[in-house]
C-alpha cells in the first residue's frame, strides 16, 4: 500500500508540477507559521522569533529540493532531462546519428535474423498445452539415429509403456484431394484416433476425430478430415459451411468436421500438415514391421519425468521388439538390433533440427561477432564525438556535476542511438529470416517455417540492443567522465589522441581476420562440393516428379501409359536420352538392402550397406554416369531375366580378383543369416556391366556401392522420376511437360527441375554458410577499414600541432607520411596476428561442415593477409596523405 501510494504521488507530482510547488510552498509556509508560534510562547519577541525559525528551517529552495529528491519522481524526471538533452545533440549532428543508427541496426538486424531461424528450427514448442510434458521415441541402427516407428513398435510401445496417459502415432502423407471434379495436392498427414486428446489440442471450429474415427473404413460415418487453419483459409474463405463438407481424397470419400487452430501446422517441422486424417485411412501395408515412417510421441503423466520415461523404455525394450518383430526379419536385421531412445517432445520433430543445429550455431557466433565489431565500430564513433565535447564536460564537472551523472548523460546517448538501431533491426531481421526461409526450401517449395516476430524474439532483440549500448557506451562514457577541469579546460581533447583506438582498432582486424578465414573454408567447402566429380554430368538434364494418381489407373493401362511417356519423350527434337528412375538422385532418404554374392569357389560375398536403383533403359547415357565395362541395359533386357549394373566399388567388393560381367547378384531382404543358404533365381540378377562410382546419395559422402537394376515395364506405380539428357533444358522441359498431358491428361502437372537445381538444393546448407560468412566478413572488413580510417584520420587532426612542429623542425613529408602509415600498419598487424591465432583454434568448430578444405592451407592464409591489406592501404592511406599537407605556420599560428 505504501509502494502503491508513492507511485500516485510521484505521477500526481509528474503531472501538475505547478499545483505542487504551491503546495510545498503552503507546507513550508505553514511549518514556519507554527515555528514561530511556539518561540514566542516560549518569549521570544516577534523579530527573533521569525529569525531563530528562519535559521533551523534552512534554505527554502534547499528544503524543497530535498522534498523533491526523496521521491522516484526526481529521478525519472532527471532522466527525462537527459534524453531530451541527449536528443537534441543527436539531431545536431545528423551524420553521425545516421551512421551510428545504421552500424548497431545491421548488427541487431543480423543476430535477429539467425535467432529467429534458431528459435523456429531448433527452440520453438509446439502450439499445444503444456508441451513440456510430450516425449518423443525414436529408433536406430548401425550408422543411422533419430528413425522413425513401424505400426507394430508403435501398438508394443503403447501397451508396455507406463508413464505416458497415453501415445500417439503421426505420419506425414501427400494427397489427392478431388472437389467439383477438380483434383489437387494437398500435404497432410494420419494419425492415430487418440491423437487430439494426447496433445490436448483443441479446434478452431467444429470438432476433431476420435479412436472411433480410427478404425478400417472410418466407423458409420467413413472417414473424417480436419483442415488445417490455413488450408480452410486458402480454400473455403474461412467459410463455416466447411463443416460436413465432402471431399475425395486419394478416391476416398471424406467429411470434413473440423478446423484447426492458428499456429499449428504439424507435429514435423517445416512440413505443414493441411489435411489430417486417421491413421486407418493408409491400407494395412504401411504397417509392416519393418515400415519405418510413424513419429511417436506420448505425454506424461503428472510426477513423471524424461528421465523415468527413459528408465521405463530400457526396461521394456526387449519386450517391445519381439512383439514388434517376432520374425526377427525387420528389428533384428544386419547383426544388431535396432536401438530404441526416448527424448524431449516439446518440439515436435525436425529433420532441420539434425541437418542445421550445427551451422545455426556457427552462424550465431559469426553474427555475434559482427555484432561485437558494431559495437566496436560505434564505439569509436561515439569516442570522436565525447572526445569532441572534453571541454564541456569539464565545465559540467567544474560546476559540480558528479561522475555518475556525466556517465548517465553519456550512456544515454547511446541508449538512444541502440533504441532506433533495435527498430530497425527487428525489420531487417524479420526481412533476412524470410529471405533465408527461402533459401532452405527445396525444388519449388519452401518449409512451413514461421519466423515472424514474436515475444521470445522481440525479447531477445531488446537484449541484444541493450548489450550493444552497454558495450559501445560504457568504455566512451568512463573516458570522459574521468575529466580534470583544471588540465581539460586548457588541453580538452588533445589528451586523448594517444589513446584513441589503441585497442578498438586491433580487435576489430581480428574479428575481421576470424570472420574472413570461416567465409574461406566454408566458401571453398562449397566449391569443392560443387566441382567434385560426381559421377555425373548435370549440365543439360532435366527431371521431372510424375503423380499419376489422379488419373485412376488399373496396374495394365498404367505400364502401357508409362511406357507410352518415355517413347513419347524420346521422339522429341533436341532429347539425347530419356530414363525412368525409382528416385532422383541424391534422395533425402534411401534405404539399403542386403545383398550377396557367390565366388567361383564357393565363397560368400554379403553386404548389408549396398544401395539398389531402379531404372529403365537410356539411365547411364541421361545421366552421364560412363560405362567403363560390358554394357548398360537395354530395352530387350526388359523381356528377359533381371539384369544390372553394379558401381565400381560394388563389383571390386562382390567379385573381388574376378570378372564381374555375367556374374549374379542375390538380394537378401534384411536377414544376414541367408548367407547362400537360399539362392533363389528370382532373387538374383546378372550384371551385365559395371558403371563408374557415382555419389548417388550425398556429394559430401563417399559414393556408395551401388546396384542399378532395370525395372520391368510393369513395375513402375502411380509415383516415379523421369528424366532427359537434351539440347536445351527448355527443350527437355517442353518434351517432359508434353508426354505427360498428352498420355494422361488428368495426371498432375510434373514438378519440373534441373540436374543443377538439384545439386544447389541439395547443397542449399553450405550456400547459406557460403552466402552469410561471406557476407558478414564483407561487412567486417567494410567496418574496419571504416574504423581505422576514423581513427587515423582523428589522430592526424588531433596532432596537427606536433606534425607542425615536426615539419618546422626539418622533418619531410615523406617522414609524416611512414609516421601515419606505420601507426597504421602496427594496429591491423597486431589485430592479424590475433586473429589468425584465434582463427586456427576456432576451425574444430567447424570441422564437421568443411569437406576439402584446411584452416592451414597456404593459399588461404595468404589470400586473407591479401584482402586484409587490400581494404587496410585505402584507410592508411587517405590521412597519411593529409598529414603530407600540414602547413606548419598555420598549425602553430592556429594553436
Given at each position: 500500500?505504501?509502494g502503491?501510494r ?5 505521477l500526481?507530482a ?13 507546507e513550508l509556509?505553514?511549518y514556519?507559521?507554527a ?9 521570544m519577541?516577534?523579530?527573533k522569533?521569525l529569525r531563530?525559525?528562519?535559521v533551523?528551517m534552512?534554505s ?5 529540493e530535498?522534498i523533491r ?19 537534441r ?5 545528423p ?5 551510428a ?9 543480423a543476430?535477429?535474423?539467425?535467432f529467429s ?5 531448433i527452440l520453438k514448442s ?8 510430450l ?11 533419430d528413425?522413425?516407428l ?6 508394443a510401445?503403447?501397451?508396455?509403456e507406463?508413464?505416458?496417459r ?8 501427400d494427397?489427392?484431394v478431388?472437389?467439383n471434379?477438380v ?8 494419425m ?18 476420435g ?8 466407423g458409420?460415418?467413413?472417414y ?8 480452410w ?7 463455416r ?20 487452430p ?8 517445416g512440413?505443414?500438415?493441411e ?7 493408409e491400407?494395412?501395408?504401411?504397417h ?7 513419429t511417436?510421441i506420448?505425454?506424461?503423466k ?8 527413459k ?8 519386450i ?6 517376432p520374425?526377427?526379419l525387420?528389428?533384428?536385421g544386419f547383426?544388431s ?8 517432445g516439446?518440439?515436435?520433430r ?6 542445421y ?8 557466433i559469426?553474427?555475434g ?10 564505439a ?7 572526445s569532441g565535447?572534453f571541454?564541456?564536460f569539464?565545465?559540467?564537472s567544474?560546476?559540480g ?10 550512456l ?10 533495435l527498430?530497425?533491426?527487428i ?10 526461409v527461402?533459401v ?8 512451413s517455417i514461421d519466423?515472424?516476430?514474436r ?10 540492443s ?5 558495450a559501445?557506451g560504457i568504455w566512451?562514457?568512463l ?7 583544471a588540465?581539460?579546460l ?5 589528451r ?6 589503441a585497442w ?7 574479428v575481421?581476420?576470424t570472420?574472413?578465414v ?7 567447402t ?5 566441382l ?11 527431371m ?19 511406357s507410352?511417356?518415355?517413347e513419347?519423350v524420346?521422339k522429341?527434337p533436341g532429347?539425347?536420352?530419356?530414363t525412368?528412375?525409382s528416385s532422383?538422385?541424391l ?5 539399403a ?9 564357393g565363397?560368400i560375398?554379403?553386404?548389408m550397406h ?17 560405362i567403363?565395362?560390358?554394357?548398360a541395359?537395354?530395352?530387350?533386357d ?6 544390372c549394373v553394379?558401381s565400381?566399388?560394388?563389383?571390386a ?5 574376378e ?8 538380394s537378401g531382404?534384411s ?8 539362392v533363389?533365381p ?16 550425398s556429394?559430401?559422402e563417399?559414393?556408395p556401392?551401388?546396384?542399378?537394376r532395370?525395372?520391368a ?7 516415379f ?6 539440347s ?8 517432359l ?11 498432375f ?8 537445381e538439384l545439386?544447389n538444393?541439395h547443397?542449399q546448407r553450405?550456400?547459406m554458410?557460403?552466402?552469410?560468412s561471406?557476407g558478414?566478413?564483407g ?10 580510417y ?6 592526424v ?5 606536433e ?13 609524416m ?13 597486431l ?15 567447424l ?10 592451407e597456404?593459399w588461404m ?11 587496410a592501404f585505402?584507410?592508411c ?12 605556420m598555420?598549425a602553430?599560428?592556429h594553436?
Amino acid at each position: 500500500m505504501f509502494g502503491l501510494r508513492n507511485l500516485v504521488a510521484g505521477l500526481r507530482a509528474l503531472a501538475r508540477k505547478e499545483q505542487t510547488e504551491r503546495e510545498m510552498d503552503e507546507e513550508l509556509r505553514a511549518y514556519l507559521v507554527a515555528a514561530v508560534e511556539d518561540k514566542l510562547r516560549s518569549g521570544m519577541s516577534q523579530e527573533k522569533a521569525l529569525r531563530a525559525a528562519r535559521v533551523e528551517m534552512g534554505s527554502v529552495e534547499a528544503a524543497k529540493e530535498e522534498i523533491r529528491v526523496a521521491g522516484w519522481e526526481a529521478a525519472a524526471e532527471s532522466l527525462w532531462q537527459d534524453l531530451r538533452y541527449g536528443a537534441r545533440m543527436l539531431r545536431k549532428n545528423p551524420g553521425y546519428t545516421a551512421v551510428a543508427i545504421l552500424t548497431l541496426a545491421l548488427g541487431i538486424g543480423a543476430n535477429t535474423a539467425i535467432f529467429s531461424l534458431t528459435y523456429a528450427v531448433i527452440l520453438k514448442s509446439l502450439p499445444v498445452p503444456n508441451p513440456g510434458e510430450l516425449v518423443r521415441y525414436t529408433s536406430s541402427e548401425p550408422g543411422a539415429s533419430d528413425l522413425s516407428l513401424s505400426g507394430p513398435v508403435y501398438d508394443a510401445l503403447r501397451k508396455h509403456e507406463t508413464v505416458n496417459r497415453d501415445i500417439l502415432a503421426w505420419g506425414q502423407a501427400d494427397f489427392a484431394v478431388e472437389e467439383n471434379s477438380v483434383m489437387t495436392r494437398a500435404s497432410g498427414a494420419l494419425m492415430t484416433g487418440n491423437g487430439f486428446r494426447v496433445l490436448e489440442l483443441r479446434p478452431y471450429l467444429g470438432r476433431v476425430f476420435g479412436e472411433s474415427g480410427d478404425v478400417s473404413g472410418g466407423g458409420p460415418d467413413g472417414y473424417q478430415a480436419v483442415l488445417g487453419y490455413s488450408y480452410w483459409k486458402q480454400h473455403f474463405h474461412e467459410g463455416r459451411a466447411v463443416l460436413g463438407h465432402p471431399l475425395s481424397i486419394n478416391g476416398c470419400a471424406v467429411t470434413v468436421i473440423g478446423v484447426l487452430p492458428p499456429g499449428f501446422d504439424g507435429l514435423i517441422a517445416g512440413e505443414r500438415a493441411e489435411i489430417i486424417l486417421p491413421l486407418s485411412f493408409e491400407g494395412p501395408q504401411w504397417h509392416a514391421p519393418g515400415n519405418n515412417w510413424l513419429t511417436v510421441i506420448g505425454r506424461l503423466k503428472p510426477g513423471e519425468s524424461l528421465q523415468s520415461a527413459k528408465a521405463n523404455l530400457k526396461a521394456t525394450a526387449a519386450i517391445v521388439r519381439e512383439e514388434a518383430d517376432p520374425t526377427h526379419l525387420f528389428l533384428y536385421g544386419f547383426g544388431s538390433p535396432f536401438q530404441f531412445a526416448v527424448e524431449s517432445g516439446r518440439s515436435g520433430r525436425s529433420f532441420l533440427k539434425v541437418d542445421y543445429s550445427r551451422p545455426l550455431l556457427v552462424l550465431e557466433i559469426l553474427v555475434g561477432l559482427l555484432l561485437l565489431l558494431c559495437c566496436a565500430n560505434t564505439a569509436l564513433l561515439v569516442l570522436a564525438r565525447m572526445s569532441g565535447r572534453f571541454r564541456e564536460f569539464a565545465v559540467r564537472s567544474a560546476l559540480g556535476a558528479a561522475r555518475g551523472r556525466l556517465i548517465r548523460q553519456a550512456l544515454t546517448e547511446v541508449g538512444l542511438l541502440a533504441a532506433a538501431g533495435l527498430a530497425g533491426g527487428i525489420w531487417l531481421g524479420w526481412a533476412a529470416a524470410q529471405s533465408l526461409v527461402a533459401v532452405l526450401g527445396g525444388i519449388g517449395e519452401s518449409p512451413s517455417i514461421d519466423v515472424t516476430p514474436r515475444l521470445a524474439i522481440l525479447a531477445f532483440a531488446a537484449a541484444t540492443s541493450f548489450l550493444s549500448a552497454l558495450a559501445a557506451g560504457i568504455w566512451p562514457a568512463l573516458r570522459v567522465s574521468r575529466v580534470d577541469p583544471a588540465l581539460d579546460l586548457k588541453q580538452g581533447e588533445a589528451r586523448i589522441a594517444k589513446q584513441l583506438g589503441a585497442w578498438i582498432v586491433p580487435a576489430q582486424v581480428a574479428v575481421s581476420v576470424t570472420l574472413l578465414v570461416a567465409a574461406s573454408l566454408l566458401g571453398g567447402t562449397f566449391l569443392h562440393l560443387l566441382l567434385e566429380n560426381s559421377g555425373f554430368q548435370t549440365n543439360g538434364v532435366v527431371m521431372a516428379d510424375v503423380d499419376l494418381s489422379a488419373a485412376k489407373l488399373t496396374g495394365m493401362q498404367r505400364a502401357q501409359d508409362v511406357s507410352q511417356i518415355v517413347e513419347a519423350v524420346e521422339k522429341a527434337p533436341g532429347i539425347v536420352a530419356a530414363t525412368l528412375l525409382s528416385s532422383p538422385p541424391l534422395p533425402d532418404g534411401w534405404a539399403a538392402a542386403y545383398y550377396f554374392s557367390l565366388g567361383k569357389h564357393g565363397e560368400i560375398h554379403s553386404d548389408m550397406h549396398t544401395w539398389p536403383a531402379f531404372i529403365s533403359p537410356g539411365y547411364f547415357a541421361a545421366m552421364g554416369t560412363r560405362i567403363t565395362e560390358g554394357r548398360a541395359p537395354a530395352r530387350a533386357d526388359q523381356n528377359g531375366s533381371a539384369v544390372c549394373v553394379l558401381s565400381a566399388s560394388a563389383a571390386a567388393y562382390f567379385f573381388p580378383n574376378e570378372d564381374a560381367l555375367g556374374q549374379f547378384v542375390y538380394s537378401g531382404g534384411s536377414d544376414p543369416t541367408n548367407d547362400g543358404k537360399d539362392v533363389d533365381p528370382k532373387n538374383a540378377c546378372q550384371v551385365v556391366g559395371v558403371a563408374e562410382d557415382a555419389r548417388f546419395m550425398s556429394l559430401r559422402e563417399a559414393a556408395p556401392r551401388m546396384l542399378y537394376r532395370l525395372a520391368a515395364a510393369g513395375d513402375w506405380g502411380t509415383s516415379f522420376t523421369l528424366a532427359v539428357r537434351s539440347s536445351g533444358t527448355e527443350n527437355g522441359a517442353a518434351a517432359l511437360r508434353k508426354a505427360v498431358h498428352d498420355v494422361v491428361p488428368t495426371a498432375f502437372p510434373p514438378t519440373l527441375f534441373t540436374f543443377n537445381e538439384l545439386v544447389n538444393s541439395h547443397l542449399q546448407r553450405e550456400r547459406m554458410l557460403m552466402m552469410l560468412s561471406l557476407g558478414f566478413a564483407g561487412i567486417a572488413l567494410l567496418l574496419t577499414a571504416l574504423g581505422l580510417y576514423g581513427v587515423l584520420a582523428r589522430s592526424v587532426t588531433l596532432r596537427t600541432r606536433e606534425i607542425g612542429v615536426r615539419v618546422a623542425l626539418g622533418a619531410r613529408q615523406q617522414d609524416m607520411f611512414v609516421l601515419v602509415i606505420r601507426d597504421g600498419v602496427k594496429l591491423v598487424l597486431l589485430g592479424g596476428g590475433l586473429g589468425l591465432a584465434v582463427s586456427l583454434a576456432a576451425t574444430r568448430l567447424l570441422r564437421t561442415l568443411l569437406f576439402g578444405v584446411s584452416a592451414t592451407e597456404p593459399w588461404m592464409l595468404i589470400g586473407v593477409v591479401a584482402v586484409l591489406l587490400w581494404i587496410a592501404f585505402p584507410a592508411c592511406y587517405i590521412p597519411a596523405r593529409r598529414a603530407t599537407r600540414v602547413d606548419p605556420m598555420v598549425a602553430l599560428r592556429h594553436e
